[in-house]
């Protein structure tokens, strides 16, 4: 168990670890966005299946089909 001389080292004590925590935080986040990118970015051109509560993406217009045809995608 720890002790503390006064108020105002537990205080300190409490910060650190605050902070320590954070920084925990902010790198497992980090971590996740990089992740979420790389994913994001392999769905790019891939239909999304129902799944959940979300019904599966519509098929594009045939307009839109040839619009992209004309531009090359």
């Known amino acids: 168990m720890m002790e503390f001389d006064s108020m105002a080292d ?3 004590h409490l ?3 605050t902070v320590g925590g954070l920084i ?3 790198k497992g986040l980090e971590a996740a966005a990089v992740l979420l990118e790389e994913t994001a970015k392999e769905e790019i051109g891939h239909y999304q299946e129902a799944i959940g509560p ?3 993406w519509a098929p ?3 307009s839109t089909e040839a ?3 004309a531009k090359g995608y």
């Open 10 to 12: 537990l205080a300190h």
């Open 67 to 69: 619009r992209k045809a």
């Open 60 to 62: 594009l217009a045939e």
């Open 54 to 56: 979300f019904d599966s």
């Open 15 to 17: 910060m650190q670890e």
């Open 24 to 26: 925990h935080v902010k």
